[in-house]
């Protein structure tokens, strides 16, 4: 009992040095929304800074610990002003990218300087045992344990009383409008970035007595601080505090109960996962600005471009290269195929993965087990592996995938560590280091790359390109938009009738079996299996930062990449066997790198896109719908909503309110801003879950359907805000409309992505809202108009029952919202949808509507004829006042000869 309690103490106590590398962390993210991946490395640079001065100038402890935490200061300063700061208006992507390269860059820095040798520095504090109850902890770790706690309640104090604390969280909440109020946004996020620079640096100066001062202790310490800061939500210091005394408890009683090595690194990744089951999805991501993210490429290929580079790299690889060129085409193709993973999770899905490599060492220890235990052939064992990693990343995906956005990035690096702990560096369950049973054949083919070099280069080639092909057909292919779609806007793709976990999960597993596609080539280049190497979590940030820099949209852009990679062309190219020309491309290329992101933060693959000129592909299919007959009526069916309340913590949204709109029947929703008329339509159509009440349509309940169930069910809705797939042209938001959604294409989309045909529903959507010329268009390149009736001809695609329009007039001029209106009655009198109409434009409500619906406050206050509640008191006291409204009920009176677009066209 004692023994745990002791281990216990001990936990806490590096625990709460854990705390203070985590709490740096959170300050750094709540001033500037970034995961300072590069945090522990400034730990790293303190405790070297330390034991410069104490060690190496005798500075005592006094003048030598400041001497490290300014230096950990300047060093969070040139990271943000230099770095974070300038690529401001880019993806959060970009941005935590950069953080990873200044990692790598400092990383390969220090080493260049130090090497990998461990320092020994002196207690800062008496070390000498404090003993209670036979418990004995030094006094070093009690005192630690007080500064950590006195640290969290001091943070606590000032970010929750002081103007700088408020400012930080009102910068968070919205930097918008905190810049709005004079707050300067650069300098909020510089001094917090500095602030979470020293309590990294009071971590590494802490910890370089207990643990010696070594870069890659010290560097790794990141992952766990991480795993507590999520705890913590990016945002609470007591919930981290807590949660890294959990990690180090834990961890030290691991140690304790399990023999096998590796699991006390897997400590932090179930705790990751735990918390994450627990609290659900979402959290530490910003929501108040539109990101920029990266341009994805078409996925389009040109057959004979394609063949003349295949062929003319197995010419060079044959009769012209030597033996480290060869090499270096392996290792370009190799590691190429690992980023090529990245490109499909990261680059079209829009998640930061940091577990490629993982995979890439799962994938090879699957078809090592494979090999050397069942004696299978090396072909079938390779196919065998990447169905098996697929199922892994399936299964590892479902908790996993629980996050979003930075949350998914850290839990990602957890499991990159926890893989890597318990069954990379584990010969036990990987069995490494076992000589492979023959030489490697394909198709009766020896290419064991001892003898045959030169052809394993080849078959690295084919490899590369065969999954290139697979990922530019799932590019091309209805997953590939899908995918966009979801990437882009998560809601509007549920909209759609899409279910993005499902999109994310196939992403995530079919990147994992890309990547083991790399890894096992990485692996049976040599005669015996080692995985302790080059699959290390870390492995999978250069990775990042080496696609990220080649363009994470472009399947070039691994080729690009990685190109600086220990072993490629550019370390061939300078023909240096010393060990430190891969630290000095890292250094060197990592400074380069983020210069260059800063003007093409797309990639090279998109720059060298601008100078290549390549012959146009031929025009676009014209717009044909795949059944010519002309679309009918929609299943005629009731939407029912009852006793709907829906409260956001204190505020009461909706209360209590029901409604209901039948087949060919239009219905407006009225009432002053606020009274809850968005609310009511997230309830019915999903987008929300009310407290209390049901849906129904026609007699199926739906209330308990997420969103895209419901949409298959036959709802269709647009969004005040638009919320169109603006990465897709008009055509392709159509078609995500509309494509059929059985799961058929997640397997056929692989080889044979069929081109959807519109089908007769959108293509009478298309008519109907004339977007004939705007198809090849994307929706940011159109007037604000025409991008509101792309949202509304979006939803009226797929043929819904019921079709929900939240404010589709708004930007639109008096003549085009009457045209609307027509619009709007044919579908309903012709097709026989049902629509709920959100409107503030009087006129056109009265006009369209057969009935009117007014909410205040969160209730129904009338329900009637556009004529009733014209005349209703309540409804003229809270919303109408006493202008009498001109139009009369359903009375069309604008001709649609002159059309929008015939207008727009004149005007020009
Ligand atoms: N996600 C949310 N969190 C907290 N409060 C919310 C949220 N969404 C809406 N509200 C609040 O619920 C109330 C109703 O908002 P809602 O947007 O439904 O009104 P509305 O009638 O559509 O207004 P408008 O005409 O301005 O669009 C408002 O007080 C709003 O501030």
């Given at each position: 009992?004692?023994?745990?309690?002791q281990?216990?103490?001990?936990?806490?106590s590096?625990?709460?040095l854990?705390?203070?590398?985590a709490?740096?962390?959170?300050?750094?993210?709540?001033?500037?929304?970034i995961?300072?991946?590069?945090?522990?490395?400034?730990?790293?640079?303190?405790?070297?800074?330390?034991?410069?001065?104490?060690?190496?100038?005798?500075?005592?402890?006094?003048?030598?610990?400041?001497?490290a935490?300014?230096?950990?200061?300047?060093?969070?300063?040139?990271?943000?002003?230099?770095?974070?700061?300038?690529?401001?208006?880019?993806?959060?992507?970009?941005?935590?990218?950069?953080?990873?390269?200044?990692?790598?860059?400092?990383?390969?820095?220090?080493?260049?300087?130090?090497?990998?040798?461990e320092?020994?520095?002196?207690?800062?504090?008496?070390?000498?045992?404090?003993?209670?109850?036979?418990?004995?902890?030094?006094?070093?770790?009690?005192?630690?344990?007080?500064?950590?706690?006195?640290?969290?309640?001091?943070?606590?104090?000032?970010?929750?009383?002081?103007?700088?604390g408020?400012a930080?969280a009102?910068?968070?909440?919205?930097?918008?409008?905190?810049?709005?109020?004079?707050?300067?946004?650069?300098?909020?996020?510089?001094?917090?970035?500095?602030?979470?620079?020293?309590?990294?640096?009071?971590?590494?100066?802490?910890?370089?007595?207990?643990?010696?001062?070594?870069?890659?202790?010290?560097?790794?310490?990141?992952?766990?601080?991480?795993?507590?800061?999520?705890?913590?939500?990016?945002?609470?210091?007591?919930?981290?505090?807590?949660?890294?005394?959990?990690?180090?408890?834990?961890?030290?009683?691991?140690?304790?109960?399990?023999?096998?090595?590796?699991?006390?690194?897997?400590?932090?990744?179930?705790?990751?996962v735990?918390?994450?089951?627990?609290?659900?999805?979402?959290?530490?991501?910003?929501?108040?600005?539109?990101?920029?993210?990266?341009?994805?490429?078409?996925?389009h290929?040109?057959?004979?471009?394609?063949?003349?580079?295949?062929?003319?790299?197995?010419?060079?690889?044959?009769?012209?290269?030597?033996?480290?060129?060869?090499?270096?085409?392996?290792?370009?193709?190799?590691?190429?195929?690992?980023?090529?993973?990245?490109?499909?999770?990261?680059?079209?899905?829009?998640?930061?993965?940091?577990s490629?490599?993982?995979?890439?060492?799962?994938?090879?220890?699957?078809?090592?087990?494979?090999?050397?235990?069942?004696?299978?052939?090396?072909?079938?064992?390779?196919?065998?592996?990447?169905?098996?990693?697929?199922?892994?990343?399936?299964?590892?995906?479902?908790?996993?995938?629980?996050?979003?956005?930075?949350?998914?990035?850290?839990?990602?690096?957890?499991?990159?560590?926890?893989?890597?702990?318990?069954?990379?560096?584990?010969?036990?369950?990987?069995?490494?280091?076992?000589?492979?049973?023959?030489p490697?054949?394909?198709?009766?083919?020896?290419?064991?790359?001892?003898?045959?070099p030169?052809?394993?280069?080849?078959?690295?080639?084919?490899?590369?390109?065969?999954?290139?092909?697979v990922?530019?057909n799932?590019?091309?292919?209805?997953?590939?938009?899908?995918m966009?779609?979801?990437?882009?806007?998560?809601?509007?793709?549920?909209?759609?009738?899409?279910?993005?976990?499902?999109?994310?999960?196939?992403?995530?597993?079919?990147?994992?079996?890309?990547?083991?596609?790399?890894?096992?080539?990485?692996?049976?280049?040599?005669?015996?299996?080692?995985?302790?190497?080059?699959?290390?979590?870390?492995?999978?940030?250069?990775?990042?930062?080496?696609?990220?820099?080649?363009?994470?949209?472009?399947?070039?852009?691994?080729?690009?990449?990685?190109?600086?990679?220990?072993?490629?062309?550019?370390?061939?190219?300078?023909?240096?066997?010393?060990?430190?020309?891969?630290?000095?491309?890292?250094?060197?290329?990592?400074?380069?790198?983020?210069?260059?992101?800063?003007?093409?933060?797309?990639?090279?693959?998109?720059?060298?896109?601008?100078?290549?000129?390549?012959?146009?592909?031929?025009?676009?299919?014209?717009?044909?719908?795949?059944?010519?007959?002309?679309?009918?009526?929609?299943?005629?069916?009731?939407?029912?909503?009852?006793?709907?309340?829906?409260?956001?913590?204190?505020?009461?949204?909706?209360?209590?309110?029901?409604?209901?709109?039948?087949?060919?029947?239009?219905?407006?929703?009225?009432?002053?801003?606020?009274?809850?008329?968005?609310?009511?339509?997230?309830?019915?159509?999903?987008?929300?879950?009310?407290?209390?009440?049901?849906?129904?349509?026609?007699?199926?309940?739906?209330?308990?359907?997420?969103?895209?169930?419901?949409?298959?069910?036959?709802?269709?809705?647009?969004?005040?805000?638009?919320?169109?797939?603006?990465?897709?042209?008009?055509a392709?938001?159509?078609?995500?409309?509309?494509?059929?959604?059985?799961?058929?294409?997640?397997?056929?989309?692989?080889?044979?992505?069929?081109?959807?045909?519109?089908?007769?529903?959108?293509?009478?959507?298309?008519?109907?809202?004339?977007?004939?010329?705007?198809?090849?268009?994307?929706?940011?390149?159109?007037?604000y108009?025409?991008?509101?009736?792309?949202?509304?001809?979006?939803?009226?695609?797929?043929?819904?029952?019921?079709?929900?329009?939240?404010?589709?007039?708004?930007?639109?001029?008096?003549?085009?919202?009457?045209?609307?209106?027509?619009?709007?009655r044919?579908?309903?009198?012709?097709?026989?949808?049902?629509?709920?109409?959100?409107?503030?434009?009087?006129?056109?409500?009265?006009?369209?509507?057969?009935?009117?619906?007014?909410?205040?406050?969160?209730?129904?206050?009338?329900?009637?004829?556009?004529?009733?509640?014209?005349?209703?008191?309540?409804?003229?006291?809270?919303?109408?006042?006493?202008?009498?409204?001109?139009?009369?009920?359903?009375?069309?009176?604008?001709?649609?000869?002159?059309?929008?677009?015939?207008?727009?066209?004149?005007?020009?």
């Amino acid at each position: 009992m004692n023994g745990a309690i002791q281990l216990a103490l001990v936990g806490m106590s590096s625990g709460s040095l854990l705390a203070l590398t985590a709490l740096g962390i959170v300050i750094a993210y709540r001033g500037s929304g970034i995961i300072n991946f590069s945090h522990g490395i400034v730990g790293t640079v303190a405790a070297f800074a330390y034991w410069e001065l104490n060690a190496g100038q005798g500075l005592s402890p006094v003048l030598a610990v400041p001497g490290a935490l300014l230096a950990a200061a300047l060093c969070g300063y040139l990271t943000y002003r230099l770095a974070i700061q300038r690529m401001a208006r880019m993806s959060t992507l970009s941005r935590t990218s950069v953080s990873l390269i200044v990692l790598v860059v400092v990383q390969s820095a220090l080493t260049l300087r130090y090497g990998a040798d461990e320092r020994i520095v002196q207690p800062i504090f008496p070390t000498d045992p404090v003993s209670l109850f036979g418990i004995h902890l030094g006094k070093d770790r009690i005192i630690t344990f007080f500064i950590a706690t006195v640290l969290v309640a001091l943070l606590t104090a000032c970010y929750g009383r002081t103007r700088f604390g408020l400012a930080t969280a009102a910068q968070v909440e919205n930097p918008i409008a905190s810049a709005a109020l004079g707050i300067s946004p650069a300098r909020i996020a510089t001094s917090n970035w500095v602030i979470g620079s020293v309590f990294a640096g009071v971590a590494g100066v802490l910890l370089a007595p207990i643990v010696g001062v070594q870069i890659v202790t010290l560097t790794h310490l990141i992952v766990p601080a991480l795993a507590a800061a999520l705890i913590g939500g990016l945002r609470s210091f007591p919930l981290t505090y807590l949660g890294a005394l959990l990690i180090g408890v834990t961890q030290a009683e691991v140690t304790r109960y399990v023999a096998t090595p590796g699991w006390a690194d897997a400590v932090p990744f179930l705790l990751i996962v735990l918390v994450m089951v627990w609290r659900g999805t979402g959290g530490g991501i910003r929501t108040a600005i539109v990101e920029r993210r990266p341009k994805v490429g078409d996925g389009h290929i040109r057959p004979f471009i394609l063949l003349t580079l295949v062929g003319g790299s197995i010419l060079l690889l044959t009769l012209v290269f030597d033996l480290s060129y060869v090499t270096a085409m392996t290792i370009t193709c190799t590691y190429g195929i690992i980023l090529l993973s990245s490109v499909v999770i990261t680059g079209y899905t829009g998640q930061l993965s940091l577990s490629q490599f993982s995979f890439a060492g799962i994938g090879a220890v699957i078809t090592g087990l494979l090999l050397t235990r069942t004696g299978m052939p090396f072909l079938p064992a390779i196919a065998l592996s990447l169905v098996a990693t697929f199922v892994v990343g399936a299964l590892l995906g479902v908790p996993l995938l629980r996050t979003r956005g930075v949350n998914f990035a850290v839990a990602t690096l957890g499991s990159a560590v926890a893989i890597q702990g318990v069954l990379l560096q584990n010969p036990t369950y990987s069995g490494a280091y076992t000589p492979l049973p023959g030489p490697l054949t394909v198709f009766g083919w020896q290419v064991d790359s001892l003898v045959h070099p030169e052809r394993w280069a080849v078959v690295c080639l084919i490899a590369f390109v065969l999954a290139g092909l697979v990922v530019a057909n799932v590019r091309r292919g209805r997953v590939g938009r899908r995918m966009i779609a979801v990437r882009t806007n998560e809601r509007a793709a549920e909209s759609v009738g899409l279910n993005p976990w499902r999109v994310r999960l196939y992403a995530f597993a079919l990147a994992a079996a890309i990547a083991a596609l790399g890894g096992i080539l990485v692996v049976f280049r040599q005669p015996t299996m080692v995985f302790e190497r080059g699959f290390a979590a870390f492995d999978s940030i250069l990775g990042i930062s080496q696609v990220v820099l080649g363009g994470i949209g472009y399947i070039a852009g691994p080729l690009l990449g990685v190109l600086g990679h220990p072993g490629g062309f550019i370390s061939t190219l300078l023909d240096s066997d010393s060990a430190t020309t891969p630290l000095w491309i890292a250094l060197v290329g990592g400074i380069l790198s983020i210069w260059y992101l800063q003007a093409r933060p797309d990639g090279a693959a998109e720059g060298l896109g601008r100078h290549i000129h390549l012959p146009r592909r031929s025009r676009p299919a014209p717009v044909t719908a795949t059944t010519a007959a002309p679309p009918g009526r929609v299943p005629e069916r009731t939407l029912r909503g009852q006793g709907l309340t829906v409260a956001f913590g204190g505020v009461v949204a909706v209360d209590d309110a029901s409604l209901d709109v039948g087949p060919g029947e239009i219905v407006g929703l009225i009432g002053p801003n606020g009274a809850g008329k968005t609310t009511l339509i997230d309830a019915v159509t999903g987008a929300t879950r009310p407290k209390a009440g049901t849906v129904t349509l026609g007699d199926k309940p739906i209330g308990s359907m997420r969103m895209h169930r419901r949409v298959r069910e036959g709802i269709g809705r647009s969004f005040q805000s638009l919320e169109l797939f603006d990465d897709m042209t008009v055509a392709d938001n159509l078609k995500a409309s509309v494509d059929a959604r059985s799961g058929s294409a997640y397997l056929t989309d692989l080889v044979w992505p069929r081109p959807t045909a519109f089908t007769a529903g959108a293509l009478a959507a298309v008519e109907l809202f004339e977007l004939g010329p705007d198809l090849d268009r994307l929706p940011t390149e159109l007037p604000y108009g025409r991008r509101r009736l792309v949202g509304i001809a979006r939803a009226v695609a797929a043929e819904p029952s019921i079709l929900c329009l939240d404010e589709p007039a708004a930007g639109l001029s008096s003549t085009e919202s009457a045209e609307l209106g027509v619009l709007l009655r044919r579908l309903a009198d012709e097709r026989g949808m049902g629509v709920l109409v959100v409107e503030h434009d009087m006129e056109l409500v009265m006009r369209v509507c057969d009935r009117v619906i007014v909410m205040e406050r969160g209730r129904i206050i009338a329900d009637g004829t556009p004529g009733d509640v014209r005349r209703d008191p309540r409804v003229i006291a809270a919303y109408l006042g006493d202008e009498p409204t001109e139009a009369e009920p359903r009375e069309p009176v604008v001709a649609r000869n002159e059309t929008a677009r015939e207008r727009e066209e004149a005007e020009q």
